[in-house]
């Protein structure tokens, strides 16, 4: 199915990001500062994983499993909403934090490092539930149209055919200037 394709995909490459940020977690931890990295990999979050990911889901996934959703499912898609809300609010919270470090307050590392903590637990949770609940849900549930209009919506979100290989390799070049070794599947 597209849409699986395109979701399994995604979450690789977030997974990967998750990785750097647990990386630049201790780097800013043992060193008190926080390192360039931090700047891009923020940005990233907020433009990819917890922006056009999650609109990809939120705005046309979702929709389109509501029509067909058990009470159950219902519950399980309100969670994930409720995921991507405390998620967003961390990623304002490490912003700041950014912000704040950017002029040196030892005050702003600790505060990211604790909103990046935050973050990861939340975040690593929310993934396993898509990967061992939604994905399911949505072979379950999506109809090969519902496949096709949703795979349409998504590339909408994208505003157009998007550059997922450079996406990809921006987010590979983070991993490995995080000292990360390359995933085996990249
Ligand atoms: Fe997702
Ligand atoms: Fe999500």
């Not at 940005?43 to 159950?72: I, N, T």
């Not at 949703?150 to 550059?163: I, K, L, N, R, S």
Request: proline letters at 5%.
């Amino acid at each position: 199915m597209k849409t699986i394709e395109i979701l399994e995909r995604e979450h690789e490459w977030i997974g990967w990001m998750d990785e750097c940020l647990e990386a630049l977690v201790a780097s800013a931890q043992a060193e008190d500062l926080l390192p360039e990295a931090a700047y891009e990999l923020l940005s990233l979050y907020e433009s990819f994983a917890d922006g056009r990911h999650q609109d990809k889901e939120e705005g046309v996934l979702f929709p389109e499993l509501l029509a067909a959703a058990s009470d159950q499912d219902c519950e399980v898609l309100r969670k994930l909403l409720s995921d991507h809300g405390a998620e967003r609010r961390h990623m304002v919270a490490m912003r700041g934090n950014v912000l704040g470090a950017v002029h040196g307050q030892s005050a702003n590392v600790q505060g990211f490092v604790r909103e990046a903590s935050a973050y990861l637990s939340l975040h690593r949770g929310h993934m396993l539930r898509e990967s061992e609940i939604l994905l399911p849900m949505v072979a379950r549930l999506l109809m090969p149209g519902a496949d096709e209009r949703a795979a349409e919506g998504f590339a909408a979100v994208e505003g157009g055919p998007g550059d997922p290989h450079g996406l990809r390799e921006q987010i590979l070049t983070l991993h490995r200037r995080a000292g990360l070794p390359r995933p085996p599947a990249a």
